[in-house]
């Protein structure tokens, strides 16, 4: 079945460790996103790529960094420079021509002790 | 600066019921608006969309309402169901040449009683 697959479900991390958030889809889908959700804040857009090798900065990248080797994985990281880095992840990707369309992952929840 | 506003934060609703919640925007150059339905621990899942020429689109028992004038639109869920129970994004976006970035709506936690 053709999806997308975010790793870990669940991760704790200590203050001032970096951590990196995995996502792969196999739909074949040319663009990928990163979101942030928090409670009562709906989900903010923090990167996201069209292409291979290419992305841009989203709403609220400062305190993240991410890659695109491969058409099928966009890996986020987390770093310490990132001052509130507890919540939601959201990883989706997206057709080229289907605008607005984004499949979504189910979700890495971080928690930063 | 938020550039799309969903209300209300809650909302709760007796089974056969209906259930509204409205999105109201700022940006003239939107030109996509979908909703959004997302279950707990779950990631959201795309429910109906709408484009800024067409005034409504039904589908099922889900209805969009757009008023482009007042830049807001809406969604009708009719004969609410416990299953409809979710939290609801609206969501605006952008054509392909601006990534088709999805601006989102803070969401509205819907709850259906039986």
């Known amino acids: 079945d053709g999806g997308i697959t975010q790793s870990p479900k669940y991760l704790f991390r200590k203050e001032g460790q970096n951590v990196t958030l995995s996502c792969e889809q196999n739909?074949?889908?040319?663009?990928m996103y990163w979101y942030r959700q928090d409670p009562g804040q709906g989900l903010r857009l923090i990167y996201y790529s069209q292409i291979v090798n290419d992305f841009q900065k989203g709403d609220i990248a400062e305190g993240y960094s991410v890659s695109r080797e491969k058409k099928e994985s966009f890996p986020l990281t987390v770093t310490s420079a990132q001052k509130n880095p507890t919540a939601f992840y959201l990883c989706?990707?997206?057709?080229?021509?289907?605008?607005?369309?984004?499949?979504f992952g189910e979700g890495s929840r971080l928690t930063v002790l | 600066q938020q550039q799309v506003k969903q209300s209300p934060q809650s909302l709760i609703v007796q089974k056969g019921g209906i259930s509204i919640i409205n999105c109201a925007y700022e940006?003239?150059?939107?030109?996509?608006f979908p909703w959004y339905q997302q279950f707990p621990g779950k990631g959201p899942a795309l429910l109906i969309a709408?484009?800024?020429?067409?005034s409504e689109k039904k589908e099922g028992r889900f209805t969009i309402s757009f008023n482009k004038s007042a830049k807001q639109f809406s969604l009708h869920i009719m004969d609410s169901q416990p299953g409809d129970s979710a939290t609801y994004f609206c969501?605006?976006?952008?054509?392909?040449?601006?990534?088709?970035?999805?601006?989102f709506g803070e969401g509205t936690q819907l709850t259906v009683n039986p």
């Open positions: 989706a990707s997206r057709r080229q021509g289907r605008v607005g369309e984004l499949f």
């Open positions: 940006n003239t150059a939107f030109d996509y």
């Open positions: 739909l074949n889908h040319d663009a």
């Open positions: 709408i484009r800024p020429d067409v």
């Open positions: 969501a605006a976006s952008m054509g392909e040449t601006s990534g088709s970035r999805l601006t």
